[in-house]
């Protein structure tokens, strides 16, 4: 067991480092440098400003300072901004998006899992075809229409809550179920798909032979196998709340790091948008590494020792 | 008693041949299956008259889609203008049939290049196994560890918003799933028995590439293509929300839907028309993809 986790915490920096260098280059690759689109500066102005971000160095000793802030876990200044670092930036944003993150996984899975024990209970019949195509609805529509919609409907016709800010509770309900609608959807086919081959096993009619209640078998027998193929979607979900949390954070105007993201694309914040990057692959590497290692502990047909082809 | 009764009945070798049904192959069978799939059928048409209308659409319509007339800007649904107008006053009917040209090419030209690159380093990997093979892989493995769409943002910051630049950033990134499928397929289908009968009585490993390999792993390798075509979309209509879609005056949904949703409070409608045609599509390629999903392995049918 330490062996495969020490093994995986190798390969889990092999891949950040490669993330930065990769990211790092592909941002100082953009012609033109960061501030050539600004309108008329001097080239004085220019050479200092070169000077103060260290632009005028060659690649390789920018490539090795920058790895050496992030060894101390700083992500350098914003080009736009004078007065703030990508630190400031994500400390600022970040709480924000991981609330809002959390309300979608909360909404996202009960739902999901409950929906999708409910259809494979009523297999082909119409509860699980609501379930289904709901779900195929759910994977189909993208976000931020999704998002406009609610507040279409929900802000400006109803007014039953905000349009946009983040004031409290209120104001999390939207923009949740908008980015909990796609991974809802497919926790539910995860979940019905995993329980229909379940209940058609030999143990379960085993446990109904020995006069296990309904309740029980679908909980301890059917539930727990069929929930495997959910556990391994989290990685996937985690990924997709967050690629979703721009759209979404930028049409709620939520002060999260998906709306700071977008901003930094629109203002061409170099800088910025190199350090979100790393941040967002940082957490998203070592998010799946610990999913990887949960899941070696939860499914027990795993083998550690596996020659790794997946 | 005569002879009559005795005569020869006329015998026709031809007849015993129509006993039993004529024989289908493999992709009549799929073909009959999908055909029983209401749904996917369903997408099918609905697609055939979305890609009808993005051809023939522009044509029949009086304008252009790039036409200013600020005097009938924000016009509401009418009969002359039947989807409305936008802010600068164009025909939205007539962006929303331009946007359907451009995001269906996005969508099937991002399948076609990224089934041609994937299915390529997949069959070199998995012919060539070894390390060849894993070194291939982890290479995908690494990229992998980071949600694609992060890629294609970056990639699109890089190369500057544009058409041909989406085309670029999504093959680039997308071809990885179908590389990973291809794979795997070769890697299964070449330790069946019918491939060692096959190099048993001298078959050359190009004449096993081209008459098995590749015809037995079509059926995924489809299902793969036809699933990037909304994910393309998908892709392409974020790119435009957070400003890295195709340049003015060219607009494809995405573009649409983000304009339309800035005037979201008093004219839901420019919002409504390219919405529903984003989902419309979504919806029906991915009935599509389940309905061939279904067809090609009955087994997996639940």
Request: proline share 5%; hydrophobic share 50%; charged share 15%.
């Amino acid at each position: 067991m330490l062996q495969y986790v020490s093994k995986r915490a190798l390969s889990m920096v092999l891949v950040l480092y490669i993330v930065i260098t990769a990211t790092f280059l592909l941002m100082h690759s953009i012609p033109g440098g960061p501030f050539t689109t600004e309108k008329q500066l001097t080239p004085e102005v220019l050479r200092n400003i070169n000077a103060r971000y260290h632009l005028d160095d060659p690649l390789w000793k920018q490539y090795i300072d920058y790895m050496g802030n992030i060894l101390k876990f700083d992500l350098g200044p914003s080009f736009k901004y004078q007065d703030r670092t990508v630190n400031n930036i994500i400390a600022d944003g970040f709480p924000v998006s991981i609330q809002l993150g959390t309300f979608a996984v909360l909404l996202a899975v009960p739902f999901g899992i409950s929906a999708g024990i409910l259809a494979s209970l009523r297999h082909n019949r119409p509860l699980d075809y609501i379930v289904m195509s709901s779900s195929t609805l759910g994977i189909s529509i993208p976000s931020f229409i999704l998002a406009s919609f609610l507040i279409y409907f929900f802000a400006f016709k109803i007014k039953l809550f905000p349009a946009a800010m983040w004031n409290g509770f209120s104001y999390m309900i939207l923009p949740g179920i908008s980015l909990a609608a796609l991974p809802m959807a497919v926790v539910a086919r995860l979940t019905r798909s995993g329980m229909l081959e379940v209940l058609s096993q030999d143990f379960i009619r085993t446990a109904k032979a020995k006069g296990v209640g309904k309740g029980l078998i679908i909980y301890r027998h059917a539930l727990k196998n069929s929930l495997i193929p959910v556990v391994t979607y989290v990685g996937p979900m985690t990924a997709g709340i967050l690629t979703g949390s721009f759209v979404v954070e930028s049409i709620f105007n939520i002060p999260g790091l998906g709306r700071y993201f977008v901003t930094s694309i629109y203002n061409r914040d170099y800088t910025v948008i190199l350090g979100i990057t790393i941040f967002y692959s940082a957490l998203i590497v070592i998010f799946n590494f610990l999913v990887d290692i949960a899941y070696v502990f939860l499914d027990p047909r795993i083998s550690l020792d596996k020659k790794g082809d997946s | 008693m005569n002879t009559e009764l005795f005569k020869r009945v006329d015998f026709q070798l031809d007849a015993s041949y129509d006993i039993g049904r004529p024989s289908t192959t493999y992709w009549q069978d799929v073909w009959r299956r999908l055909n029983k799939n209401k749904l996917s059928i369903l997408g099918l048409i609905i697609i055939s008259f979305v890609a009808i209308a993005a051809i023939a659409g522009p044509f029949f319509t009086a304008y252009s889609y790039s036409d200013q007339n600020l005097q009938i800007a924000n016009q509401s649904p009418s009969a002359v203008h039947w989807f409305g107008t936008d802010n600068l006053g164009r025909d939205l009917l007539t962006r929303v049939l331009y946007g359907a040209r451009i995001s269906l090419s996005i969508g099937i030209v991002a399948s076609m290049s990224t089934m041609i690159i994937g299915v390529l380093y997949g069959g070199i990997a998995g012919l060539s196994g070894g390390r060849v093979d894993t070194i291939m892989m982890r290479i995908i493995d690494i990229v992998w560890s980071i949600p694609f769409l992060l890629y294609v943002i970056l990639l699109m910051v890089v190369l500057q918003p544009g058409l041909m630049n989406i085309f670029i950033a999504l093959t680039l990134v997308y071809w990885m799933p179908m590389a990973r499928l291809v794979r795997g397929q070769i890697l299964s289908l070449r330790e069946l028995e019918y491939v060692l009968a096959a190099k048993l009585v001298g078959a050359s490993s190009w004449r096993i590439i081209i008459k098995h390999l590749i015809p037995n792993s079509f059926g995924p390798i489809l299902i793969t293509a036809t699933l990037t075509i909304p994910e393309a979309i998908f892709s392409e209509a974020f790119l435009s929300y957070i400003g890295l879609g195709v340049s003015a005056p060219m607009a494809s949904w995405g573009v649409l839907a983000s304009e339309g949703a800035t005037s979201l409070r008093s004219y839901p409608f420019q919002l409504f028309f390219p919405a529903a045609a984003i989902c419309i599509t979504m919806l029906s390629f991915n009935f599509i993809g389940d309905g061939l999903r279904d067809a090609l392995d009955p087994r997996m049918r639940k």
